[in-house]
């Protein structure tokens, strides 16, 4: 069985590209070189920050991307940081891996990691706007951005739209309306009957479709949004115009962690 | 009495908020009410305008209903007020926390003679009065008479001819005949003084008794039995006691003893205490001539009320799955300050279950259609615990009723909304934490 081996790994190497000989021979070099990057740029320096960060935690944020996630948003260095401490906190609840996973979000959300829920759906698509199955600290921020009680409304209108176009159409159609309203009631542990939910659902349309189309596009949205503020009321989080003294003992108690 | 149910959607008529149904006639009802500006409960009968104008009785209607307002006796069901719609006539009663006196004998059997000559010599205080003042029931029946913790209360003394059926006219008796005098039933008029005492006899012997002295199974013999005065009396009434019977339950009406000699009775005249009370003065029946007025002046209107209407995404944003607090609360260790719940019970009942909770709890209540203030009166960590609460209609049969806490601690607004609300709440209501959390 050992000669089989030998045999076997003989020939491996034997089929082997030039190209790929001179990689593997260059693959310790490149590793040597990337840490003295890495030591330069000053990732493995002291950085306040994010001292309150495990050691074990892979770093990929300095002071530097945290100021310009600052100048995109409507936070100020200390709440990007602040809120980089809450990242990490939901980012390695499950999986250690600096990005926060569906399933992360849902236990942050919802208590638990399992079933499946329509609207945890939404949020995670929205929030991962680079489309790569993750929230990344740079997208956690920009959408946190839009909650923020200072955000533009048209931002605010714009973000809730995307929310509950479940199929991406550019319209909330009669028939999601009715899917997040049955969502909704079984989580009021509430069933009702068809022709109920119908005229729930057909109201809510009339209501908002100023166009008689049937659906209701981001203008009508926008026009039924202006008539009735209260349904941004989601889109708001108070916590947010002071982030750093809202989890300020949140922070402290991290950084007593051994 | 507040555990009375309200039925679905909020009627108003005038600053009556009308609750469901509790006594029915073919042309009359009355139902349970409550006065929004006070709170006070009261009783609403409701007559039809177009069956008294049938019936020619608008002004003898007004002359007793006006009467009756000017009384105020402590065994009489007051009449409060008079309103009038173009269809309908509101008389306001005074509402009896308590049930009919026959209940207690349908619970716990026949009284003892001394409990059941001090409700009779009640009985025969409000209906001297009622008579002194020229005004007859005409239809004294278990229905009519309220208990009031050991207080009786006689009601619709002067109105009970105008509940009757269409058929059933100023001769004839409404309902059972077993409280009816002969005279009555024999259709040849009577007066209506000696009618009542008859009545009052037939009270008597049950109360006593705990079974009707005139009781057969077709009404052709129970009329005779009547007609005959045909009964007789248990072992265990006293001598005096079935000696005033013999008196009252005379089939004559003539030779029937009237109250002056009532009260002279021996047998009545033991532990008796004449009921003494004040008269108020500032009685009027201004109300009542304005109901009877022709004009539309002055006239109310059912209107009816209902929740703030709840579109879907009203309720899609109250949601807690579209909602990103949690994120921080979890975090942070915080508390939240709003709770809401879904419920498929008519809107008025939520508002007066979630009352009903609250009460107990020390909380005053303060009502505005369909919304709720609860002020604790005891002060708290924080100071006096106030939440708002808010009944929201999302579609004609399902609420969504929110409560927020206005002031005082966070935790006692949780422990109150535990301790009342899912012990109130927790058959039918899913009952559901969201939104908007505080740092303690």
Known sequence: MSSTIATDSHGLSDSWTIGERVCAALMPLIAVVEV?????????????????????HKCTYTAKDFAILADETRFTVEEVEALHVLFKRLSSSLIDDDSIHKEELQLALFQTPYGKNLFLDRVFDVFDQKRNGVIEFDEFVHALSVFHPYAPMDEKIDFAFKLYDLRQTGFIEPEEVKLMVVAILIEFDMNLPDDLLEAIVHKTIADADKDNDGKISREDWKAFVSRNPSLLINMTLPYLKDITSVLSSFVFKTEAKP | MSSMKVAKGRILVGKYELGKTIGEGSFAKVKFARNVQNGNYVAIKILDRKHVLRLNMMEQLMKEISTMKLINHPNVVRILEVLASKTKIYI?????????????????????????RNYFQQLINAVDYCHSRGVYHRDLKPENLLD????????????STYSQKEDELLHTACGTPNYVAPEVLNDRGYVGSTSDIWSCGVI??????GYLPFDEPTHMALYKKIGRAEFSCPSWFSPQAKKLLKHILDPNPLTRIKIPELLEDEWFKKGYKPTSFTEEEDLNVDDVVVAFNESNENLVTERKEKPVSMNAFELICRSQSFNLDSLFEKQTGQVKQETSFTSQCPANEIMFKIEEAAKPLGFNVY??????????????????????????????????????????????????????????????????????????
């Open chain 2, 148 to 159: 009031s913790n050991g207080v009786l209360k006689v009601s619709d003394f002067g109105l």
């Open chain 1, 36 to 56: 003295l990057i890495l030591t330069v740029t000053g990732c493995f320096s002291y950085c306040p920050c994010i001292s309150i960060i495990d050691q074990n």
């Open chain 2, 204 to 209: 008597l012997f049950v109360l006593m008794a």
């Open chain 2, 92 to 116: 306001v009663l005074e509402f009896v926390d308590g049930g009919e006196l026959f209940d207690k004998i349908a619970a716990n059997g026949r009284l003892k003679e001394d409990e059941a």
């Open chain 2, 367 to 440: 009502k505005r259609n369909y919304k709720m203030k609860l002020q604790g009166d005891k002060s708290g960590r924080k100071g006096h615990l106030s939440v708002a609460t808010e009944v929201f209609e999302v579609a004609p049969s399902v609420h969504m009723v929110e409560l927020r806490k206005t002031g005082g601690d966070t935790l006692e607004f949780h422990k109150a909304c535990e301790n009342s609300l899912s012990l109130l709440l927790i058959q039918k209501y899913k009952s559901h934490i969201r939104k908007s959390a505080t740092q303690i």
